[in-house]
């Protein structure tokens, strides 16, 4: 475990954590005007490799050699010109640091990254974190990583557990959830919809199921996988010709067929990796699903219609309304889609590249 001190004055601004590995949702805009709640679990951090924040780089503002290692552009893109190394943890978890109004920018219904650090050491005034809580935004402290030092915590080790432990577990992330948004006149409204964090997880996983493609039609599972896939495959990749079969891998389930081209398998929460068949090499076409996601996926729950325990009682009539539904179909985070897309080496690819200048009619149709 850690704490992040300030690299100024060497004040505590955090709790002890533990490192789990960056959510696929961590950077998502979910629809307009809605209530998320913490990104992080009390008591973890976790790291983006990436540029985060400002300075904006425009096309001619980035060296090309800088360019070529950060990968292909989305059109009307810029690329951020911020340290990489960003570390996020939930803002309960701060200690030791104070707002800074003329830095938060924001305000539709909370605080955004606007142009820079909104919170300071409370000891010595250096810029050290961004506090985010807008509408449509995860609530999350991203700690400088300029301004922060990470330092061990002595006899605090955290366990790992095995992919067999994470499976007894079982911690799910259900596909469906009460969204809640702001609404000027009439307070808070609910509505069910789909899970924001499926939204982002399908992102990633169609950027990779497309570099995985070959530029050939894709097959996944029947069932929820093919709700949450197929429509946006069928739609980005050509009709006819052999298709590549995507299936799901991973722990507790049976060896994937020879013919499975493509393995949709669980990411591990705490280290970041992907899962790959014991006792073989990593197959070439792996695509990541968050752990809650595939576990949904892989080990479907039972439609229960009877009472679990035994029938209800003669003469007694049930009127509990049913299971809530999304009202459209599921629908690919076109943010997340789009940025995993740009860092995928097969990016450079002429019809993938085609499909990232092309992602507004895309939007317009309900595909995203």
Request: charged letters at 15%; aromatic letters at 6%.
């Amino acid at each position: 475990m850690y704490i992040f001190v300030c690299a100024g004055c060497g004040a505590r601004l955090t709790v002890p954590l533990s490192q789990v590995a960056l959510p696929a949702h961590a950077h998502q805009k979910y629809g307009n005007g809605v209530q998320l709640p913490v990104l992080m679990e009390s008591g973890t951090f976790a790291v983006d490799p990436k540029h985060l924040g400002a300075p904006w780089l425009g096309p001619d503002e980035t060296e090309p050699a800088e360019a070529a290692a950060r990968g292909p552009r989305a059109p009307g893109l810029s690329w951020s010109g911020g340290i990489p190394g960003t570390v996020v943890i939930a803002p309960g978890d701060a200690r030791g640091t104070v707002l800074v109004p003329e830095q938060a920018g924001g305000y539709c219904c909370g605080l955004d990254w606007g142009e820079g650090p909104n919170m300071a050491c409370e000891a010595c005034g250096l810029p050290v974190a961004s506090r985010i809580d807008d509408c449509s935004l995860w609530q999350a402290v991203w700690l400088a990583p300029d301004a922060v030092r990470a330092l061990p915590v002595d006899g605090t080790a955290p366990t790992t557990l095995s992919w067999a432990e994470l499976l007894e577990e079982g911690k799910r992330t259900p596909p469906y959830e009460p969204v809640t948004r702001w609404s000027s006149l009439l307070g808070s409204d609910h509505r069910w919809s789909w899970s924001p964090q499926w939204e982002a997880a399908a992102g990633r996983a169609l950027a990779h199921l497309l570099a995985a493609s070959g530029g050939r039609p894709v097959t996944v599972p029947h069932g929820l996988t093919s709700r949450v896939f197929q429509r946006a495959l069928d739609a980005l990749l050509p009709g006819g010709g052999p298709a590549r079969h995507a299936v799901l891998a991973g722990p507790g389930l049976p060896g994937p067929d020879a013919d499975a081209g493509i393995l949709l398998v669980p990411v591990h929460p705490r280290t970041g990796e992907t899962w790959s068949p014991p006792g073989r090499p990593a197959p070439a076409c792996s695509v990541p699903l968050p752990l809650g996601v595939w576990l949904y996926l892989a080990f479907p729950e039972p439609q229960v219609r009877l009472p679990a325990a035994g029938s209800m009682p003669e003469g007694v009539l049930r009127d509990d309304p049913p299971a809530p539904r999304p009202p459209h179909p599921f629908r690919v985070d076109p943010g997340v889609f789009r940025h995993t897309l740009t860092k995928l080496p097969a990016a450079g690819a002429p019809w993938l590249r085609e499909i990232l200048g092309n992602l507004s009619p895309l939007l317009r149709s309900g595909l995203f």
